[in-house]
T-cell receptor
Framework: GEDVEQSLFLSVREGDSSVINCTYT??????LYWYKQEPGAGLQLLTY?????DMKQDQRLTVLLNKKDKHLSLRIADTQTGDSAIYFC????????????FGKGTTLSVSS | DADVTQTPRNRITKTGKRIMLECSQT?????MYWYRQDPGLGLRLIYY???????NKGEISDGYSVSRQAQAKFSLSLESAIPNQTALYFC????????????FGEGSRLTVL
């Protein structure tokens, strides 16, 4: 079945770049997403990429998609302490009412 | 006001009690979902609904039931709560024609003693 894998923790210094990686299994996924969850809050969509794209850039965020390897990454440039949160990778699926399948989340810790 | 509102935000209950978590949305979306979040396990789908007459089980529906009272309301019930149902529960909505973005409520933290 579908599965989304991502590393659980990442620690960086303020001002550095952060790269969060994700692998997925459903090659038919139309969209892939990155969500951010701040403490005590729900998930908010950061960005998404259509499956026929290789890269998408949005201000400090860069998403890279390698469909051959089913690998998705999120790069945050000039990481700030306010970027500390849990980041979830998710894939769309034609199963389960087109619900999204989420990874377990990567906790990003930014130290000053 | 939030577009997706969950009540209660926090609840502590005892084993065997019946609990209902409510979700209402003002986004006018057809599709609504209930997810459960556990540390280290990410989000897992409990139930989903396409409209008032269309309710479907997700990955982990055992021990849960739902009711779609109206397009804007989708409630999750635990008929007889047990401690391993202690978790953070999220309601989400999705527009039929969108790129798939889910809009989440702020979550309901349930503790079963």
């Amino acid at each position: 079945g579908e599965d989304v894998e991502q590393s659980l923790f990442l620690s960086v210094r303020e001002g550095d770049s952060s790269v969060i990686n994700c692998t997925y299994t459903d090659s038919s996924s139309t969209y892939l997403y990155w969500y951010k969850q701040e403490p005590g809050a729900g998930l908010q969509l950061l960005t998404y990429i259509f499956s026929n794209m290789d890269m998408k850039q949005d201000q400090r965020l860069t998403v890279l998609l390698n469909k051959k390897d089913k690998h998705l990454s999120l790069r945050i440039a000039d990481t700030q302490t306010g970027d500390s949160a849990i980041y979830f990778c998710a894939e769309s699926t034609n199963q389960a009412g087109t619900a999204l399948i989420f990874g377990k989340g990567t906790t990003l810790s930014v130290s000053s | 006001d939030a577009d997706v509102t969950q009540t209660p935000r926090n609840r502590i209950t005892k084993t065997g009690k019946r609990i209902m978590l409510e979700c209402s949305q003002t986004k006018g979306h057809d599709r609504m979902y209930w997810y459960r979040q556990d540390p280290g396990l990410g989000l897992r789908l409990i139930y989903y609904s396409f409209d008032v007459k269309d309710i479907n089980k997700g990955e982990i529906s055992d021990g849960y039931s739902v009711s779609r009272q109206a397009q804007a309301k989708f409630s999750l019930s635990l008929e007889s709560a047990i401690p391993n149902q202690t978790a953070l529960y999220f309601c989400a909505t999705r527009d039929r024609g969108s790129a798939g973005e889910l809009f989440f409520g702020e979550g309901s933290r349930l503790t079963v003693l």
